[in-house]
């Protein structure tokens, strides 16, 4: 259990739900072990948050335990967005632990938000890698089929015909450089997706593709507290096994981070 | 390169083929760094085989490097397939480094032999696992559909359906305990697979589904020995980049006990 | 959650118990991680075992979770002695995880047996290690406290003074090149306790307090199952997160190997 | 031996002093290993320091070993602080390295400083942790009774008590962002405690409680540079085993600084 | 193969040379495993660089291999300068992967530029270490031989000789807090060696003799962009195999920065 | 220290001394590790010997720390050898620790002894390894010229010359399926000499040149205790950093184990 997420499921408002997929990673598998080693180091933490002043038990989260994976991808996300659309029903915000990035399209077709914002080293915007459309490489894309607009944070890296289909105008690409000037302008209500990659492969190296020269943690925060008050959803992805602790404390923090930031915004 | 492989593939009497499939590993990923490994923890080897009084590069190895996977697995396997079957044709002995199981139905289907022989921990004779009738797991029912027996040496695991298709007359189980006692009966030629996972833990931790009471280095090797001389096709997989280096160091030299044996036979 | 012990604590035959007590662990510390270690490595097994012919989910097992520990060993002993007095209560077997090997002492004093038969590389009969009274290495004679005799087997190593304790009538040391000759001869029921040292550290590096020379699994699992039909409660002990899944696996497939016996014989 | 500190102790200017104590880490255990990973990684530097002109070798730094820990911490921490009077006495400046944070009691209480300054991503104002008095999580409360001021430069995490006590007038806490705004500016002499945890994760993942979003080594060796010639001891602790050298590597160049700062205010 | 380096080395604009010297380490050794970690961790990269909007693979980079090493560094140099020159004649730029920071040794004399830039957290202007004047830490001396000047940013650390020799007319030292203000004011040509060392060891823990205080990855993707179009030669070194992908994904991508930037100014 | 060598080295009867060369090392390097790592294994171990009845502590062992390596290994064990003379001189028994097998020839030139019985994977008959005449392959070889027998047990990897030389009337091999069988059988004094790799990896994965197929941990024990009686000096050598406790455990119970035997043989 995500520590102090005591809450029961049906009364919670906000539900953490693992999905360790761990399929398409295509270079440091590990992906399905991101949900136990996210909660693993979310257990050195306070319960309160001085920024804040909330404490994450009296916020009604619950864990939902992992939404078990198999390896036929496409199956599993329609599976995961039916358990999520449960939580979005009974009017919780959904906090995904992933797993490769490609289960966030289920995360955006059960929350059906305006915007999707996400913090990736990576575009995503792919159509299909190796003939698979259920790449994690796709995941931007599959989210346009729902959101109105796409905002990519921190991103450095993509094919030529990526960047291309980036420049159309409904997807922003904030570079690295950039994201500490980036305030929420859209319009409308979002999900915020967090690819751990998005971060310097120095405090997030557990991850399946590593990228240099990335975002600092402070960076991301300040993203996930200013658009965490009109944000719907919530992932965090892309953790593996890979390192000692260094991605898995920085996703779980920025999860709590999120749930802070919402909740003083209600 | 395996290290000695220096022989040009075209003149070759062996093959290596590295086969880095990775997409259905139920447990720990991993297998496709297993050719990888496999190589670099045999620079440490000696050319030179006392027990055969054989030199190594002297017996027109070639390594044809990896043939680069992807996450459809029966794509890969037909693709993986003709790869072989082109080293076949050629009257070369294919030496397939994995990569998860399931690239042996590759091996076998290439080869075209009378009988698996088969190390492993698990009988890999279901017919699908979560819906994938391409899992690890089913190699060697998939093996079943070219070959006339499937010897499993050292199994220790399986499904209770498995079990019951081992009680079939075309397939025989050793049981760990016995391996020992177990000579080569069968008619006709063999295809020699090696689950590294057929060795206890302690000999080869990095494995995706390790499973205790398993063989010794030495009883492997002894099947690998006797089996060789009548074997067309070899290889060895489920190795990982998990441990310190116990079983991709076995694996390799098995694969070395496999050439040095089958070479003094000719 | 043990993979496959699905039932409800309620109804449960058997109940796995985690303890994650790392106070007194004098040389390498992590036996906190010990129960999330043997979860995760039991997720690679199948449910079904060939040797009983019996289903594991069908067994009646519980998970309870983990008793949270804290540093006041002799405090913490008495509350887990209470969690596991109910299981007794209700009839089910305790399956206890630690942890260090102190946890024992409130498993025995839960369960109340007639003879402790424990594996182990040590005599753990001192009176006290550093001061402290509440080490691991008193946990033998704590036991004996209850229990009219204690049998220890594989041990290896132990002070002057333990094994002049040793030598008293309520003791007997099976010295690890005898433990494959042993059988139970012991009246009245049993409490075992597998302290997973007692094997060899190539099977097990992932301990406490490594000695080398000890049992091989196979010696393990035989005393396991002629011990089990008389035993009412069971743990393993002395597992951390310092390996590649060596002893975590082992302790895991152990643990089942009890159940295994356990149900079969009644 | 720490590299370079090849003086007697008895005339020694600088004395380091290892405390593995290692009982009350919360989450990660491993802090006993400190002392010697500390020294460890200090054998890839170079003697001279170019931004003081100074040798370390010259300096007159002793290495009197490490103060063997027990798991009675109270007591323990009454010896380790008799040895360190001794240091005192003997009119060198103690060099202490952790073990848990709760070494500093020790420290504090045999140099008597007005002021502690403490680099450290948590408040340590608890009364107790899970009943114990003294916890690591207690050490900053501890050392102010001696005190008469505490200021703790980094943190960013604690109860909602202890955030209550620290608005008291003897407490002055600096946030993350804030520290390279800050000069000393107390009165009186310090005692300079680092807590490696008080470094973003990514710096040093080798810590009990790593905490996102800390400080950056240049901002932890200013703190250090500045304080150091108004202070008369020093340790700095909670490095653990469990990173590939970073936490160590920072610790040791702290602690370096420390010196030669201070040997150059002299 | 560095991947995307498929042109035929004959035909090749750049060519990868791996030179896995690895004797003279003075702490951590594994430099050997450099050009290997270097090449892995490139795997994970796209083809496309979004920057110079330039493919990798169009830019005729070919991998020639590794220069096997062994433990005469003073032979071996000379082995590798040779290969080194036929790559020079070629009219290629050669991009060195090391091994020790020696190698550049070569590199520079098949080279043969006016100003060696280097990037390294120490002066490596040692005469011998331990007797050896072939040394890791001697290189920018032996290159001294060969160029005019060498400009070394990012350095921390050296002996007082070597300080004192850094003086001199023909050496320009560029402390890490001042790097991200240098621009190349050199005449003529130069050779750029990265001692990853440079970073910060958070961003690079896997190095021979971590030094903490360095640069972050943007300030050495900085100075390779802008020292690429006047360089003729290139190489990246102390990269080991000591951490969790940290030091090779950074080396990989700064190598591939060089090209991309040094192919944009043709 | 080694755990419980308090003896003053000019009182002692045995006398510990650490030399971590490592420069030869072919294949995987971190020997230089090795002396701290077998002090710190053997940390977890009881004083008291049971087999012999006997207290480390009382045996009158010193440790005289490491003699320091550099890169000159042939000048490195003529300054070694120097150093144990001093041991032998004083009529004490030196106990080396290595680094790299080379250390042998240093031991060997010491003590003098008539016969070398040496546990190796390896022959070491190589006159040179890369034109290295002082290379760890080629120990056994160099020791000849002191001794007048060699006996190498547990051997299975050599070079055709080297299988060669070992035919000579000098030399004794007994492969690892025999060891079990053979007992000291020479005439006058002897050195023992354990390189860890004797042991199958399963056991000692954690050496410079792993070697599957070797000895358990048993059958070194019994030859170390067969052999201690009637020898003069003793080494473990090949001990690296690359495992999880496995070798270095192993390696500080046969040096202790060779201590008790020598010790109650007097
Ligand atoms: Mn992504
Ligand atoms: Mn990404
Ligand atoms: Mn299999
Ligand atoms: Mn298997
Ligand atoms: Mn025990
Ligand atoms: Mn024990
Ligand atoms: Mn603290
Ligand atoms: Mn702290
Ligand atoms: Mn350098
Ligand atoms: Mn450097
Ligand atoms: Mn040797
Ligand atoms: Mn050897």
């Given at each position: 259990m995500f520590p102090g997420a005591n809450a029961d499921v049906d009364d919670a408002a906000y539900v953490v739900v693992g999905a360790p997929l761990d399929v398409s990673t295509s270079f440091q598998p590990g992906a399905r072990f991101g949900p136990d080693r996210v909660r693993r180091f979310a257990r050195g933490f306070e319960d309160y948050d001085h920024h804040t002043d909330q404490s994450f038990v009296s916020l009604d989260v619950a864990d939902a335990g992992d939404v078990h994976a198999w390896d036929a991808a496409e199956e599993y996300l329609d599976f995961l967005e039916a358990e999520l659309r449960d939580v979005v029903r009974d009017d919780a915000v959904p906090l995904l632990v992933g797993?490769?990035?490609?289960v966030t399209a289920a995360g955006v077709a059960a929350v059906d938000p305006d915007v999707l914002v996400v913090l990736d080293a990576h575009l995503d915007l792919r159509e299909e890698l190796d003939g698979n459309p259920w790449s994690h490489a796709t995941v931007t894309r599959h989210a346009l089929e729902t959101v109105d607009e796409a905002v990519v944070l921190g991103a450095r890296a993509g094919s030529d015909a990526e960047w291309e289909r980036a420049n159309e105008a409904d997807v922003t690409v904030v570079p690295p450089e950039d994201v500490s000037e980036w305030t929420p302008d859209f319009d409308g209500d979002a999900y915020l997706s967090v690819d751990i990659d998005a971060a310097d492969p120095g405090f997030a190296p557990g991850t399946g593709t590593p990228e240099p020269f990335g975002l600092t943690p402070r960076e991301m925060r300040r993203v996930v507290r200013d658009v965490a008050p009109r944000a719907a959803g919530f992932d965090v992805v892309e953790v593996n096994d890979g390192d000692d602790g260094q991605a898995p404390v920085l996703a779980a923090k920025l999860l709590r981070a999120f749930v802070f930031a919402h909740a003083s915004s209600r």
């Open positions: 797993g490769e990035h490609t």
